[in-house]
């Protein structure tokens, strides 16, 4: 029996699309573009390729590490200097990919040492990528790479395992060692997805970020909750997304049903960089499923 999931090429493909998405969310983030914008494109661009988003595009910003997602209000534009987090997902019936890179707008370098740092840790734990390989051996390439620029991985952020319709399915990558027990097996699906910082290294929680999922199915006695959980199932959404009152209505309804995300910021108020992959662990090493759009 094939340790692979059957519709691999699915997986594939949604990652494809998630690369290009990606790749234009970066090129779109530049002086003076709206935040809004730049997620409603990078969003129509995952649809418009036959897929659909697995999570609202997340655009954090500085010390925003992630969960940042413009509400269907924002008008903020980004600034020169800004470095932006473009953090994005698609999804092929379950199928997830998820990925990321940082951008410095307005293409200054005065913070190129911490994007590099990021792709560093980023290429040194996908190296590390093999059928019963430690996964505290992958944390421990990250770390190296990232602490030889100078900077901090973020403690308390992971890479993840992906499933079908689990963007989160259970194990975790830590971007430092020490912190996992788990190996990984031919087969799996999972995200390598360090931050550096010049923090203090940790995150800790703030406002609402604008993203939200359900926790469990609601059932059928409220049809207007019962579309809106056959149309997102447990991947987190956006009121972005939700453009009709009544669905609104339900949803403030269904707080119990619901998670929200808060945005995560570094807790010494350090510029963070972020950079990720979704990689299949192959029977030779890794095989980058978003390297290449």
């Known amino acids: 029996m094939t340790p692979y999931p059957v ?20 090129r779109l983030t530049v002086p003076g573009a709206r935040r809004r914008d730049v997620a409603d494109a990078v969003e129509a661009s ?131 060692p020490g912190m996992s027990e788990d190996t990984l097996a031919e087969g799996e699906i999972i995200a390598i997805e360090p931050f550096a910082t010049n923090g203090v290294g940790m995150i800790e929680n703030g406002v609402f970020g604008n993203i939200q999922r359900f926790r469990s199915d609601p059932g059928t006695k409220d049809p207007a909750l019962a579309d809106l959980f056959a149309r997102f199932r447990t991947l987190p959404f956006t009121l972005r997304w939700v453009g009709k009152e009544e ?17 995560f910021v570094e807790r010494g108020r350090g510029l963070v960089a972020q950079a990720e992959h979704t990689v299949l662990v192959g029977p030779g090493g890794a095989e980058v499923l978003s390297a290449v759009a």
């Open 46 to 176: 995952i649809r418009a390729a036959g897929a659909e988003p697995a999570f609202p595009t997340n655009l954090s910003r500085n010390d925003e590490a992630a969960h940042y997602t413009p509400d269907p209000d924002d008008e903020v534009t980004f600034a020169a200097g800004d470095v932006v987090k473009v953090d994005v997902g698609a999804h092929l019936d379950g199928a997830i990919s998820d990925t990321a890179d940082t951008v410095e707008v307005g293409g200054g370098h005065r913070h190129e040492n911490l994007l590099r740092a990021a792709r560093e840790g980023l290429r040194a734990g996908i190296a590390e990528v093999r059928p019963g390989v430690r996964v505290d051996t992958i944390s421990a390439a990250i770390a190296r790479a990232i602490r030889a620029r100078g900077l901090k991985p973020m403690e308390n952020l992971t890479g993840h395992s992906i499933e079908r319709y689990l963007l989160h399915a259970g194990k975790a990558i830590p971007n430092v």
């Open 247 to 263: 669905d609104r209505a339900a949803l403030v309804r269904a707080r119990r049903f619901l998670q929200t995300y808060p945005i």
């Open 7 to 26: 519709d691999l090429e699915r997986w594939r493909e949604a990652s494809r699309i998630a690369a290009r998405a990606r790749d234009l969310g970066l």
